[in-house]
């Protein structure tokens, strides 16, 4: 099988990694709050756009691939953060099977 040819030049954009963190909201449950980890550089590449009529009016949903270099720490639940956009990390998979970059299959969030 033969490798991808990943260009680590490609990765541009500076992404910050958040993971979730419980903080105790004071009335005996807990708010989860994102905190940071890392800054990486990453390539960002939208894939799906999707509508919906939900409850009073129209929901969208944004899909992205994002390749990033692998990382023994990078886990599902976490997010990447451009700014005031932020990518929900959905799943990650070995994008060539080197162990040197990962593919996360992130959503969009909004609102």
Known sequence: M???D???GRLTARLVLEAPAAEEDGQGGADVTFVEMA???ALVEP???AEEIKGPGLVSEVTHQVTLRARS???PGQ???KGAR???ILALRDLDETGRFVLA???EVTG
């Open 39 to 41: 800054r990486v550089w």
């Open 86 to 88: 932020v990518f929900a």
């Open 47 to 49: 894939k799906t756009f």
């Open 105 to 107: 299959l992130c959503r």
């Open 79 to 81: 997010r990447l953060r």
């Open 6 to 8: 990943i260009d680590a």
């Open 2 to 4: 033969a490798l991808l």
């Open 73 to 75: 720490d990078l886990r």
